[in-house]
């Protein structure tokens, strides 16, 4: 026991499950007294098998609606990753424009996302009331998903050839005026989150990601970009509509003129993405040409054609999160599919978290963990060892969230102080 | 960045491996109404030549993005295809590459890339415990996904005696595993 009374450092498993954490995940933290010294991710607990059912029980338009519940927020994205794959795989056209119905339905849940994750931020720092404003406003955007696609989260509108629903002339009306209550709203919104000093004070220099670390770790999306990686498979390999329609990425320094690759920059990408995405529709909406929205309506054909396609196909898209793909592997005769693999952005992202943490409070675990968003779930405890005499005691996620108002309480008294 | 055309790409390809690039091939697909191409790369390199095509696309562009390592079961072989975006942040102009290897089932060993891509690190330990890829020098072995208490020597995403058949309780018209 001699070497290790003198050591200072102590074991804090954060999760599996935890409101700091979106989804069921086990962070193992390192601390020294407040200063984490190094984190280690044990992923899996949410682990469902969804692509061994995808491979050996559902033909692949079943496998649509399992792609469309991996994730309850992405309901878009997976599954249009995976018609895309699917469509390469098979040699199967899709009308354009349903390629632009596809990307419609993509943006409206990028904002609904990004939405969604800020209200989330607002409350992991104490800042409720701005947690309920955004929650409010993000109301009209699930109102909008409703009208477009019947249903307020899981869309159902993609399909192998197309999608299921048109986008009808009635629907414009609405969809215009929605989209107007964010533009109006998003002044404030900017106001509130980037000028407001807890916030910044918060969230400035938290969580730091560089750019030279978030290449090699190979990050994606908003959490990529807000270190300065200009990437974005919108960009990048524009598929559906995105190549008419032309997407930059986004990153911090339109605002700021620098990227420092924190928690703030990551607020500002997220922020200027739902403004990018309410512009991205309004084009769609104006570039839609008419005709069919999908090449083989009945399924029954569709799926005999299936049967007999042989090929793989791989396809990217970006999720609100970042990037996505899916990979399918087609034999013919074979109902099912011989191989199909997700890989989601958390996934990607995951392994940037022990660089963000290294350094931080743990007050700042859950705000620089929110940061990346990944996706979402609720807590109980987290368990302490002392490595000098082995006891055990507990911190549950009430008192982890109490750690993290009462540093902004604090922040915020010296803020008034100066 | 100097960008290279698809084809250019398997030309540079072809001198870097020396042989060891067995296939290639292009697929292109037209998208939108202004028709722009949609560009993905196939390449089917020998086991030998796996790391100077690792190495080589590294030259292509300075830190390419790595997205995951897809793995099919063959029956007597196992494919590994390792995704990357060649030339991101450029507008229009990213190629979707694959590189594939094949294994034989009697010897499923690979050499890891996290010395080179160390954003590599998952996808190498998911290849492991899902479909009994041996990675050769990976820094970190253990199990990312499946519970430590899973039997050894199952790969759930393996179609042979090696697969999860067994643990089924429930498949139709399948017999599962006894519990008492």
New interface residues.
Partial sequence: MSDTVHKTSYMLPIGPVHPALHEPIRLDLEVDGEEILDVDVA??QV?R?I??IG?N?NNPVQTIYLAERICGICSACHPFAFVLAVE?AAGIEVP?RA?YIRTIVAEVERMHSHLLWAGVAGHEIGFESLFFYVWKIREKVMDLTEVLTGNRNSKAMYQIGGVRRDITPDQLPVIRASLNVYKEAFDELKHLFLDDPTIKARCRYSGVLSTEDA?????AGPTARASG???D?R??????????L?V??ITPDIVTATVVGDTYDRIIVRLLEVKQSIELIEKALE?M?EGPIITEPKIAKLLAVLKKAEGEG?A?VEAPRG?N?H?V?MIAGEETL??W?V?APT??N??VVPTMLKGQQIADVPIAFASIDPCMSCSNRAVVTNKTDNSVSFIDGEQMHAMSLEKTRRLNAELAGK | MNVLEPKAVIQSFERALDGALLNSHI?E?E????K?V???LWLDIERDGFRPAIYHTCQLQD?P????I?????DDTV?L?Y?F?L??????????L?LRITLPKTDLSIPTITDI???????EREAQEMMGVKVVGIPDDR?????EDFPEGIY??RRDETG?DKMLKV?PGKQGIQYE
């Fill in positions: 992923a899996g682990h098998g692509e061994w491979m029980r390469m354009v390629d290449l090699k770790l190979c990050a990686v200009p990437t498979v960009q990048d390999h524009p598929y559906a509509a995105y190549a008419d032309g930059t990425a570039a040409p791989v990217r990037e793909i990979y592997r011989r191989a693999k890989r996934y990607a995951l392994q | 697929y697909r998208v939108g109404l202004n722009h949609y560009t993905s830190r993005h790595f997205s995951v897809s793995e099919v079961d063959l494919d295809l995704h975006s030339y991101t942040g450029e507008l229009r102009k990213a190629i979707a694959v891509i160390p954003g590599a690190i998952f996808a199990r990312l996904f499946i519970p759930p995403w999860p498949m």
